[in-house]
């Protein structure tokens, strides 16, 4: 008789408790904040230092689990398929989830670079989802960094939180500035001008003992 057909490859192996908790120990090391910032400063230049800014808000309410589930599902299905000899369901599957992961990699990818960078003049906010291109703030600029303990008032406060958990800094500038917001859809920018800002780093702390080392004030 013909011998039996190989297991499927999500179904192969056997429960094992030790592997449940490495892979629990990988994914608590993986999402760890200092991690992390190891990664982002990896090419950064031996001067400056940056600090990654937490995910929006309504995005971790469930589209962002949704779409990477979504992203491994396009990479994975075809190849399964096709090993598993279904030419058909499985081309279908490898033509489309291809592109499909590719443009959620680089929405995922964006998100990775949305840094406070410290350099030697100052600070930048780099964040390809608020700004249309990085702007730099002069030490000789900034009034204070300190922690946005009051809420958010209208003027020319400018939020870059977008609604993301955990402690928010807000920095005070001497004299307006100018900034280029991005606009949804759209290739122009919105032009606006702040002397207060409101973003939320992974590591607040870890951000307000940096500025200190480079000698901007705090409140």
């Known amino acids: 008789p013909p011998p039996p057909p190989p297991p499927p490859a999500a179904l192969a192996g056997h429960p094992s408790a030790v592997a449940a908790g490495w892979a629990a120990v990988v994914v608590a090391w ?35 689990a949704l779409a990477w589930a979504l992203a491994a599902a396009a990479v994975a299905s075809g190849p ?25 990699a680089r929405a995922f990818h964006n998100l ?19 700004l249309l291109d990085p702007v730099l703030f002069r030490r000789q600029l900034i009034a204070r960094l300190q922690p946005a303990t009051a809420p958010a008032t209208t003027g020319d406060l400018v939020d870059l939180t977008y609604a993301a958990p955990g402690l928010a800094l807000e920095l005070v500038l001497a004299e307006a500035v100018p900034l280029t917001l991005v606009r949804p859809g759209r290739r122009e920018g919105r032009s606006e001008s702040a ?8 590591r607040p702390g870890a951000v307000l003992e940096e500025a200190g080392r480079r000698r901007i004030r705090l409140g």
């Open 80 to 104: 399964l398929l096709l090993a598993a000899r279904q030419w058909v369901v499985g081309s279908i599957c490898l033509v489309v989830g291809l592109p499909v992961a590719g443009l959620l």
């Open 112 to 130: 990775s670079r949305r840094w406070v960078v410290f350099v030697p003049a100052g600070l930048v906010l780099h964040d390809p989802l608020a």
């Open 195 to 202: 002397t207060r800002l409101r973003f939320t780093p992974t």
């Open 30 to 64: 993986v999402f760890a904040p200092a991690l992390a910032a190891h990664c982002v400063n990896g090419p950064a230049y031996p001067n400056e230092r940056r600090f990654l800014l937490r995910v929006p808000g309504p995005l971790l309410a469930g589209p962002l």
